[in-house]
């Protein structure tokens, strides 16, 4: 294992190159976005920003300091345990959109933020930042070894890290001089935990979500050269998940998908400092197994927030809370980190279909909100975050997402200028005194045209991406007019030598084609793309119940009623290339129709068109496919079993599925001598001692609740409660040999609910026995 430290200072990131080729980015403010979907996004974004308002941001961190509040802190998670994280996200957007776009508001309120935040790490007097209810008496505990209370906390480091991250970026994006000492001071916070603890008392820490506090102790280390901060940062990297992937092991199945990914950014930050090629490894064989074998079609992962197993898709298609916005905002940012240091146009291909069939997606353009799940299944809808109501972790990450476009539209090394992405846009090369505009409207247009504004007395090369879409042969440029032999492949760069002139003009034809893609695991339902970009259709735009959200704690899902697989739109074909059935039309660009091989015949006319562009409706992006001979078979089967799953969703007042992070912090879990694990790809928790979660009835209609096991228990005997009182004793010796059941428990008439028309059901072990395993609770009306 290499170990080498030495500094070289980056814009906007500090990264070091493994003895290869190294590209940088340019800084956001030398790239402009010129008219087109994504200027029109970044706008939106700027608005949303606009629209909080930073006293309620700080709320939480002058309360956790002694400090008054200005203002009432938000609702929403804002309130409920994570309170304080969306004012890091907001230190981060505020810092990106203003570089990205020079509007005065954007900088003005950061400065605010920060001389603000200033005051309460002041008061702190230990360099701590953070709004993480009960601080005060938190930190001390944690210093001591006592993880108590920092385990019944929502995820506290992952809260940290949002705000340790902010300070970075208002140092590195707007040159905030405050920001840069309190980020030092805040590490020096981490630095001590740290140092206090044991390896393996960190490693017990580190069991809790904490984002990418790894990648900030990295980055401080690259600003002051300290090397206490890059010991800090392998302290802060989690050994359960990276020792796997040094070994190029894939244990991913099940984990929560976007605690991983953060870490992982925080390992290959490290190896670029470091020379760790032991760290350098694990992240890309990370990227190689998530990008290639666990992502769809747009370029986004996870069901529930979880990494589905790799070889089973089925809950990608029957859930609702699909591929997560954070998952894929973290991801594009380790792709960044991989193509600085080792520039494959791999990297390039799946950050543009990230971008333009994910992140894009996410945000209303003009109309704004942002959105956390975005569901694979057929004929269902997203969810769209309010400034006032909304402050889950996407509307944090989103804030970021439509600021920096400009990142990855080009790159440069000394002497070689790369274009990467086709989107309008102005750059300018400070180093070389080039001035350059790329006019497109792609993909409505299978073109851009780059033109040199301005030029200086240096020598470059202009390298054009050649994208793996785009067949051998098909991609031409034109300069000037007068065609240019192309000799690259797709996947690679096509390397443009002259002497460049003001007014010399770049044209570059794109042709794109149809294709079909089917599942990571090969199962039979496919999307459409043309070129890079995935096609949908609309079902309809009715019965989006809590489209808009409120700011309930599970507002971000779409839980309004599921459609039936079967009364969706299948794709009934015996060919192997279902593309070739799939015309465009000549009046319209990027619109299709596939008449030939959609059933049934009411949705013949259906148009495929890029998802992006959809909004505020039901969709399809995965079409079933089946052969003219199986069709009427296998909608037999899934009739009834839409028939079940409608039954018990109109029956389930609520649920919540035992194990998994995300549902057991919305049902505010508490736990005693408990543990979660996965058995047969499913989440489960027990517990020699309790655990127990909050069910919420308003309208006092349940008669039972039910919970679901596996068979094969031994010595499993607990006591059921519902608000303390006893529901019923359970011995699962009985139980159903290899198998899932579900037992259904009558509630008692005189049941008493708590003031909020909640109830909490707690699952207490008998001395000497388990309580469960518990796969999954629901609340029924019937």
């Known amino acids: 294992m290499k170990r080498v430290a030495f500094l070289l200072i980056l814009s906007p990131f500090l990264l070091w190159a493994q003895q290869k080729q190294v590209v940088k980015s340019f800084p956001l403010q030398d790239v402009r976005l010129l008219p087109g979907i994504f200027k029109e996004q970044e706008r939106t974004d700027l608005n949303y920003m606009l629209a909080l308002q930073p006293d309620r941001l700080l709320a939480p961190f002058r309360r956790e300091a002694g400090l008054p509040q200005k203002a009432k802190s938000y609702t929403n998670w804002e309130n409920s345990g994570l309170d304080g994280h969306i004012g890091g996200h907001y230190l981060s957007a505020l810092a990106m959109m203003y570089a990205s776009t020079g509007d005065n508001r954007m900088r003005q309120r950061l400065d605010y933020m920060i001389n603000e935040l200033k005051l309460c790490q002041d008061k702190n007097g230990d360099g701590y930042l953070g709004g993480v209810p009960g601080s005060r008496e938190l930190w001390p505990l944690v210093m001591k070894g006592d993880f108590t209370d920092f385990n019944k906390k929502w995820v506290p480091f992952y809260n940290i890290h949002k705000v340790f991250a902010g300070l970075r970026d208002a140092w590195l994006y707007e040159n905030n001089q405050t920001a840069k000492v309190m980020l030092i001071k805040l590490a020096d916070w981490f630095y001590n935990i740290s140092t206090a603890l044991s390896q393996s008392q960190m490693q017990q820490l580190l069991g809790n979500e904490h984002g990418g506090v ?98 089973d898709f ?107 992405l086709f989107i309008p846009s102005q750059l300018i090369w400070k180093q070389k005194g080039l001035q350059l505009k790329q006019e497109t409207v792609f993909p409505d247009k299978e073109t851009t045209t780059l033109k040199i504004l301005k030029t200086g007395n240096s020598a470059y090369g202009i390298n054009i991406r050649y994208p793996s879409w785009v067949k051998t042969g098909a991609l031409s440029i034109n300069i000037n007019g007068r065609p240019v032999q192309v000799t690259a492949q797709p996947s690679s760069y096509v390397q443009l030598k002259r002497k460049w002139q003001r007014g010399d003009i770049i044209t570059v034809q794109l042709p794109m084609q149809t294709t079909t893609e089917k599942l990571p695991d090969g199962s039979n339902y496919e999307a459409v793309l043309h070129g890079p970009i995935v096609l949908a259709s609309v079902i309809d735009t009715i019965a989006q119940k809590g489209r808009e959200a409120d700011d309930s704690r599970m507002g971000h899902v779409a839980g309004g009623n599921l459609y039936k697989l079967t009364d ?93 992070q995300q549902p057991e912090s919305d049902h505010f879990m508490e736990k005693e001598n408990s543990f979660a694990d996965v058995n047969f790809n499913r989440h ?85 026995a388990m309580a469960g395993p518990v796969y999954e609770i629901r609340l029924l009306n019937n």
């Open 684 to 768: 489960f928790r027990a517990a020699t001692g309790w655990f127990s979660y909050k069910l919420t009835d308003k309208d006092k209609a349940a008669k039972k609740i039910s919970v679901t096991y596996f068979g094969t228990e031994r010595n499993h005997k607990f006591t059921i409660f519902l608000n303390e009182q006893e529901l019923v004793k359970v011995d699962l010796k009985d139980g159903k040999r290899d198998a899932f059941y579900t037992v259904e428990y009558d509630l008692p008439v005189n049941l008493k609910y708590n003031a909020d028309q909640s109830l909490r059901v707690k699952f207490q072990a008998d001395k000497g």
């Open 568 to 660: 969706m739109p299948v794709f009934v074909s015996d060919s192997a290339n279902d593309a070739q059935m799939i015309v465009g039309d000549k009046n319209k660009p990027m619109s299709f129709t596939a008449e030939r091989l959609i059933y049934p015949v009411k949705y013949r006319n259906l148009k495929l068109v890029p998802f992006y562009k959809i909004q505020d409706a039901r969709y399809v992006v995965y079409w079933r496919k089946e052969s003219a001979r199986g069709f009427d078979e296998l909608q037999a089967k899934l009739a009834e079993e839409d028939a079940k799953e409608a039954k018990l969703a109109a029956n389930t007042i609520d649920m919540v599925t035992p194990g998994e």
């Open 314 to 420: 089925s809950t990608m298609i029957s859930g609702v809370e699909g591929p997560e916005t954070c998952n894929t905002y973290n991801m594009l940012k380790l792709t960044e980190d991989l193509y600085r240091s080792d520039p494959d146009i791999a990297y390039i291909d799946y950050y543009e279909r990230g971008l333009y069939n994910h992140i894009l997606t996410t945000q209303r353009p003009g109309k704004g909100g942002f959105v956390y799940f975005t569901p694979m299944r057929p004929g269902h809808y997203r969810v769209y975050s309010q400034p006032q109501t909304s402050m889950w972790c996407c509307v944090g990450s989103g804030m970021e997402n439509h600021s920096k476009y400009g990142e990855m539209i080009y790159s440069h090394s000394d002497n070689e200028l790369y274009v990467n």
């Open 214 to 311: 790894n990648e900030v102790l990295a980055d401080v280390y690259g600003i002051t050269g300290e090397k206490k901060y890059l010991d800090a940062a392998y302290s802060f990297s989690h050994q359960a998940l990276l020792q796997p992937l040094e070994k190029g092991r894939d244990k991913l199945d099940n984990l929560h998908a976007n605690t991983q990914i953060p870490k992982v950014i925080g390992f290959k930050r490290i190896a670029d400092y470091s020379g760790d090629t032991a760290y350098n490894h694990a992240a890309t064989f990370f990227w190689q197994t998530v990008v290639h074998h666990r992502s769809v079609a747009t370029g986004g992962n996870s069901v529930r927030e979880h990494f589905n197993p790799a070889t």
